[in-house]
């Protein structure tokens, strides 16, 4: 039969089958939105400018990456090459063109410095753990993190510079610590004598700030910082670095201002160095000794930010701030340190290229007297803001030196020295030499001469009528008289009569080296002469009788050396009058200072010759003298001439000469002067010098001669 048109029956095992067990068809998953597809805007114009940009772009990244991949390799190839040209780091250690020159005192004590002090080499691991963490919070707190060059830090410049209102070049650079030492090296360029005009152009062109000199930089850090290691690059900053006051490295400084080791230095004298490397000369602690402890202070503030100091160590740091050494406070003998400079060879002390020793004559207590002498008569006697300068030598009979102030600011280096370089008109303190001359013809102390209106025909010039200082005639006077008042008339008497050429030969011979007037006012001291000069001329009447040269220089070694290379360059020398003449006019000068215009000059305690001298208007006031012991000279005026108002040589330069005096003889017992002591005598009329002379040597002889001296008044 067919099946066709009828439905098919179920089979028995479909009716066993649960309807619950039938097989659900999956449920359909709803499938997500299809996304949307962009459609090209339909304005013309944003599309264009989509394709410029997109355009644009695509070159500036093709061309940006190649540029970069470019200044990359030839940045690689200067760093590897620059590499190949740095030499080991112990020839970088000490870079000074010159040499140093240290001072000693007569006690061997260091004074002064000059020239570039390099105090020996330094590591990163000698120098004091302080001084190292100073220089690095400081000058590249990332000094440890960058590889020579720290874009951060430059990032930082930049916005501070325009914070500030600078362009974005001017002022902060964010140099790293690296950059710093490559520009101490000059980027590998040495110094050249015949290639600059001077080291301080040499020096101008390594501290070039422009964009193409900083690339260099740039390249020689890297250099750097591939060669050597960090803590090799800090050992060559800390030796080169000028710390101010001619000190070259942390050993130098630390010597020159706190007299020890930089190995020992303590938190705030750390502080003190590094603070002071952003303008050694200006924040020295030399120059201005609270600027740089203020500035010590900042920098133990940011090594206390950067976790190198406690809150506790700072604290007590900042209390108790650093000070200077003894020698270092003193700044002794500036003057005097400048003239041994000069006095000596200058290939070992103004251009040396060695590091040179120095022994000198200098007596520090002595040179402190003076200086404090001056001050208090500046103080004291002298109107407030008066321009009036003054100038002081001590030596000993010897010529030796040992004080010396050139100018009323004692403090100071280079200066213009006053008792070295500026020739002045004597005036009266010339007169010893012209009594000098008649003692040693023959003369006594005790002969006598007319002081009386007295006139001159000079060729060339008319007449000429010297007066004293009082407009007074006192009649026949002796010598010893003469001297003692300063009477004018007398003196150019006496020079008249036993002659210029003698006087003048006398006073050369004693050290006075100036030209010497040829006319009659050479007794009156119309010729011009230092204050070095005039006192080197006293000590040689003090010695009895022989020229001496100022010194300053006992002996000039190497840095360690034994053998000196040169010693003493001065001292006593030929005879110029005798014994006898000498100790006669050291009575006759004792006159002046016990009872004569130099009365304000005696010493309480000890016996001091010496005699005063004022010059025309008072444009110069002196006075020299001597004790048993030591010779000192004072001179007074204005640097540009102007007169002194109400001061003569028996006036303030008497007063600073004892008071110099006073403090250069404590705690030396006093000595009598090497002087004749006349017995009192008879009142008698005193004998003329003519008949006086005659027993002492022959009669010359000459008739008209003869004449003129009775003439003159004077035998």
């Known amino acids: 039969m067919s099946n066709s048109g009828r439905k098919t029956p179920r089979l028995v095992a479909d009716k066993r089958t649960p309807k619950s067990n039938k097989k659900k068809p999956a449920p359909k998953r709803r499938k997500a939105p299809a996304r949307r597809k962009r459609t090209p805007s339909r304005n ?26 470019v200044v990359a390799l030839i940045v690689g190839v ?25 001072l000693l005192d007569r006690e061997g004590d260091v004074f002064a410095w000059r020239g570039d002090t390099f105090g020996g080499v330094v590591t990163s691991d000698t ?44 002022g902060h650079g964010g140099s790293t610590l690296t950059q710093q030492t490559a520009k101490l090296l000059c980027l590998g360029v040495e110094y050249d004598k015949s290639e600059w005009e001077s080291e301080a152009d040499y020096i101008a062109d390594c501290r070039r700030g422009s964009l193409a000199r900083k690339a260099k930089e740039a390249v020689f ?72 402890q203020d500035r010590a202070a900042t920098v133990l503030r940011l090594m206390n930010e950067q976790g190198y100091l406690s809150d506790t160590q700072t604290a007590a740091a900042q209390a108790d701030p650093a000070t200077l050494s003894e020698a270092a406070q003193a700044q002794t003998g500036g003057y005097f340190a400048d003239w041994v400079m000069d006095s000596g060879p200058e290939f070992f002390t103004r251009d040396t290229t060695e590091d040179v020793i120095i022994k000198t004559t200098l007596d520090q207590r002595m040179q402190t ?74 003369y006594s102390h005790d002969a006598t001469v007319v002081d009386e209106p007295y006139c001159l025909d000079i060729p060339g010039s008319g007449r000429w009528c010297p007066e004293n200082y009082t407009r007074k005639h006192y009649g026949r006077v002796t010598l010893a008289r003469a001297l003692r008042d300063s009477l004018n008339i007398p003196a150019v008497k006496v020079s008249e009569s036993v002659g210029r050429d003698l006087v003048r030969q006398v006073a050369s011979d004693f050290g006075i080296d100036s030209d010497l007037a040829d006319g009659p006012a050479l007794a009156l001291g119309a010729s011009e002469s230092t204050l070095l000069e005039m006192t080197g001329a006293y000590a040689g009447i003090l010695n009895g009788g022989s020229s001496v040269t100022p010194y300053g220089l006992v002996e000039l070694k190497l840095l360690g050396e034994d053998a000196p290379l040169m010693g003493t360059g001065g001292g006593i020398g030929e005879r110029v009058i005798r014994d006898e003449a000498a100790r006669e006019l050291i009575y006759m000068m004792h006159q002046v200072v016990h009872g004569g215009t130099g009365g304000r000059a005696q010493l309480p305690d000890r016996e001091a010759a010496g005699k005063t001298g004022t010059t025309q208007a008072a444009r110069d006031a002196w006075f020299l003298g001597f004790t048993a012991d030591y010779v000192a000279g004072v001179w007074m005026g204005y640097d540009d001439n102007t007169p002194l108002t109400g001061v003569t040589g028996g006036g303030l330069p008497a007063e600073i000469w004892h008071e110099t005096m006073v403090r250069v003889h404590e705690g030396i017992e006093p000595k009598p002067l090497p002087m004749i002591r006349p017995q009192p005598k008879p009142q008698v009329q005193q004998e003329p010098l003519r008949r006086q002379q005659r027993r002492t040597q022959p009669d010359r002889g000459n008739p008209i001669e003869n004449i003129l001296r009775g003439i003159l008044g004077v035998d």
């Open 78 to 102: 200067a760093v590897a090459y620059t590499y190949t040209t740095l030499p080991s780091v112990n020839e970088l250690l000490d870079g000074r063109a010159r040499g140093s020159v240290t």
């Open 221 to 292: 850090a890297m250099a750097m910082e591939a060669k050597y290691s960090k803590q090799q690059i800090l050992s060559i900053y800390l030796n080169r670095a000028y710390m101010g006051g001619g000190a070259y490295g942390a050993e130098a400084a630390a010597q020159r201002y706190f007299g020890k080791s930089a190995g020992q230095l303590t938190p705030q004298e750390s502080a003190m160095l590094a603070g002071l490397l952003t303008a050694p000369t200006r924040l020295a602690p030399t120059s201005n000794l609270k600027r740089s």
């Open 369 to 442: 007297a003076a200086e404090d002498a001056l001050k208090y008569i500046f103080e004291e006697k002298v109107r407030e803001g008066s321009k009036a300068q003054a100038a002081i030598v001590v030596m000993s009979a010897d010529g030796a030196v040992r004080a010396m102030v050139g100018g009323r600011n004692s403090k100071v280096t280079g200066a213009f020295n006053r008792a070295t370089m500026a020739r002045r008109q004597t005036g009266s303190a010339f007169k010893p030499f012209v009594y000098a001359t008649a003692l040693e013809l023959g």
């Open 44 to 69: 013309p114009l944003v599309r264009l400018l989509r394709g410029i940009f997109g355009w644009v772009f695509r070159i500036v990244w093709g061309i940006g990456w190649r540029v970069t991949a």
């Open 127 to 170: 120098v004091s753990p302080h001084l190292k963490n100073a220089v690095i919070a400081t000058e590249d707190r990332r000094f440890y993190m960058h590889p020579g060059v720290d874009p951060i830090g430059i990032a930082s410049a930049i916005r501070i510079n325009l914070s500030e209102g600078r362009g974005p070049l001017s």
